[in-house]
């Protein structure tokens, strides 16, 4: 299968964040029942949280066996534990504290308060660390089912912003960020090999401050430039929009059905 960005554009950001909780539900179960378990990677953000929510209220979240979920998170606020802005916090807020998920399957990114203290670089490689121990032989993260991300309106996914060393990396799969430009500065994330490690990424983006940016990552921009453009899966990678989002998209680019 090609890796050619899909879209998917949706009425408002609620239908969306419905529609790819239905979706995200579906695949878990698919992989769960293939396989056993599945492998989620979770992004920050109100879109992230958003999809969390929707899938909170959804009937058909007790087809997932929670219980043999792995949950990972693309990017992470650091700040200390139980933080409100912390992106952990706030999945736990809108979905995880309301599922029975094995807690050792949950494995939140380190927090500035924790066994690293402020070393961001350390706490990053920890992580590192951790994703190795799950990868597959030879791997050196997993080949996560569906990673997820937010798309800032500057084109930044997870904490790698345009231009900044995080999203030049090409060896380490997470990393320290120091002076990000959305609060707070200092983050851990993800980097675009251990993105792109996935077999489906999905991208979120709602709203019309983020029109301009979907239209800049899906024309071609290079990724350290727009970071999104760089996030792809190896089997499939989806642009989840809502209309607003999706303004300004190229009229080639945009799905026959809502053309
Ligand atoms: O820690 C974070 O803030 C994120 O993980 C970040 O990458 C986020 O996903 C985007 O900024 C989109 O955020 P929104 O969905 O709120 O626009």
New binding site residues.
């Given amino acids: 299968m090609s890796n050619a960005p899909q879209l998917v554009v949706h009425r408002d950001k609620d239908l969306m964040a419905q529609a790819a909780a239905a979706r995200l539900i579906t695949k878990i179960v698919d992989a769960q029942s293939s396989r056993g378990t599945a492998s989620i990677v979770l ?6 949280n958003g999809l969390l929510a929707a899938l909170a209220a959804a009937p058909a979240r007790d087809a997932v066996d929670w219980s043999r979920l792995d949950l990972w998170w ?2 992470e ?1 650091f700040l200390p534990e139980g933080d409100p802005d912390r ?1 952990v916090t706030q999945a736990r807020e809108a979905l995880l504290d309301s599922v029975p998920l094995d807690p050792k399957r949950v494995h939140a990114m380190p927090a500035s308060d924790g066994e690293y203290g402020s070393d961001v670089e350390a706490a990053a490689e920890a992580y590192a660390e951790e994703l190795a121990r799950s990868a597959e032989l030879h791997g050196v993260v997993p080949a996560f089912d569906i990673l997820m ?4 309106p500057d084109t ?4 790698l912003f345009p231009e900044l060393p995080a999203v030049r990396e090409e060896v380490r799969t997470v990393v320290g960020v120091r002076g990000a430009p ?1 609060p707070p500065p200092t ?1 851990v994330t993800l980097t675009l090999p251990a993105i792109r490690a996935a077999k489906e990424v999905w991208l ?1 983006a709602a709203g019309e401050d ?1 029109a301009q940016a979907a239209a800049i990552a899906l024309s071609g921009a290079g990724e350290i430039q727009a970071p999104a453009a760089g996030a792809r899966g190896t089997a499939r990678t989806l642009w989840l929009l809502d209309q607003p989002a999706a303004s300004q998209l190229p009229r080639a680019l945009y799905p026959p059905a809502t053309a």
């Fill in positions: 992004t920050g953000g109100r879109n992230g693309g990017d606020r992106n991300l937010g798309v800032g930044h996914v997870a904490s959305k983050r979120l983020k």
